[in-house]
């Protein structure tokens, strides 16, 4: 064999063991990369409650701002109050509320809501578990009373729009409106909150009758005319605002 002969079939065989070789990489033999898909992006619903005290000197307790299912409203006229209504209508505490039956959230006012003031207060849904909002608090110089919007379901609201509701005051039906010494929480007597007893009344929710005060002739009444009020008690907006 000449030597030209000798090149070529070296050069045949050098590229005959390159594509051997590249037939045994060992990236054929490497499993396919997987991925994992980016999950969607968590949509949210806010919806701002503002709510103002129209009374003309009773306090209220710590605002109550409750998401809860359509089938559990956390208040209803001429039904039994739960104990956690109770609590709040009594003592001005909510903080009981977060435990009934088909509640998801609670979000509780800064404290005290003067005559006159204002406070907002924002719950967030997502998207697919909009749920209904009932807001409420107790006047605090009475027994029982307490004023609220129950059972609104904001689902239909857009961003920008606005409900606006004017709230009765409603009795809880669970304690006796006498008004004496001892008996109310606020500042007019700094007396008892809640008492689980229920005697003395009617035990269901109702419309409140009002107070009469030592200034009406009820000599053993702590309250006085200043601590009257009437229908409406509070106003409360609820905006979607995302």
């Given at each position: 064999m000449n030597r030209l002969n000798f090149k070529k079939s070296a050069i045949v065989l050098g590229m005959c063991s390159l594509a051997v070789l590249g037939g045994c990489s060992d990236n054929d033999s490497l499993?396919?990369?997987?991925?994992?898909?980016?999950?969607?992006?968590?949509?949210?619903q806010d919806y701002t409650v503002t709510v103002t005290n129209l009374t003309p000197s009773q306090p209220l307790s710590p605002i109550a701002v409750v998401a809860h299912n359509a089938d559990n409203p956390i208040f209803s006229a001429g039904t039994e109050a739960s104990v956690a209504l109770e609590n709040l209508a009594e003592a001005g505490d909510n903080s009981d509320l977060e435990s009934e039956d088909g509640v998801s959230q609670l979000v509780s006012g800064a404290g005290i809501l003067a005559a006159g003031s204002s406070e907002s207060l924002t719950v967030t849904f997502n998207q697919d578990e909009i749920e209904?909002?009932?807001i409420l608090t107790m006047l605090v110089n009475t027994n029982d009373a307490f004023t609220g919007v129950s059972n609104f379901d904001p689902s239909s609201l857009e961003v920008g729009d606005k409900m606006?509701?004017?709230?009765?005051?409603?009795?809880?039906?669970?304690?006796?409106?006498?008004?004496?010494?001892g008996t109310i929480p606020g500042p007019a007597d700094s007396?008892?909150?809640?008492?689980?007893?229920?005697?003395?009344?009617?035990?269901?929710?109702?419309?409140?009758?009002?107070?009469?005060?030592?200034?009406?002739?009820?000599?053993?009444?702590?309250?006085?005319?200043?601590d009257r009020f009437d229908n409406p008690a509070m106003k409360v907006v609820i905006e979607r605002t995302k």
């Open positions: 499993p396919p990369v997987e991925t994992t898909p980016t999950p969607p992006a968590v949509v949210t209904n909002l009932s606006t509701f004017r709230a009765n005051v409603y009795d809880s039906g669970t304690e006796a409106n006498s008004e004496a010494k007396g008892e909150g809640f008492n689980p007893s229920r005697e003395g009344d009617v035990n269901k929710v109702h419309i409140h009758p009002g107070v009469i005060t030592q200034d009406d002739g009820l000599a053993d009444s702590v309250l006085k005319a200043s």
